[in-house]
């Protein structure tokens, strides 16, 4: 028998942000260095345009599709990369 020994319900651990991310949100995004790019920034930030579900709990998102504020390019994001959830404004 399997038992699975899930990392976001421990009390002790602090939870994921990317666990409160919704479409809509603008969000900051540590830069994940492509082959062939230069080492010029850090991080950007997008919009959350999509989130997609893992195969186990469809509710818990492990991929996001987020266009980049600055270039309007559209990227898939891995969930762990979104660093900051910056507050919406109305």
């Known amino acids: 028998m399997s038992v699975d020994h899930g ?3 421990s ?3 602090e939870r994921p942000i990317f666990l409160d991310v919704a479409p809509g949100m603008t969000v900051i995004v540590k830069h994940d260095l492509q082959i062939g790019e ?3 920034k850090d991080w950007w930030m997008g919009q959350v345009i999509h989130c ?11 991929l996001f599709q987020i266009a980049d504020v600055d270039t309007g390019a559209i990227r ?4 762990d990369l979104v660093s900051h959830i910056l507050p919406a404004t109305d």
């Not at 997609?52 to 492990?62: T, V, Y």
């Not at 898939?76 to 969930?79: D, G, I, S």
């Open 38 to 40: 230069k080492r010029d």
């Open 11 to 13: 009390p002790d651990s």
């Open 76 to 79: 898939w994001v891995n969930a």
């Open 52 to 62: 997609g579900g893992a195969a186990r709990d469809p509710k818990i998102h492990n």
């Open 7 to 9: 990392v976001y319900d």
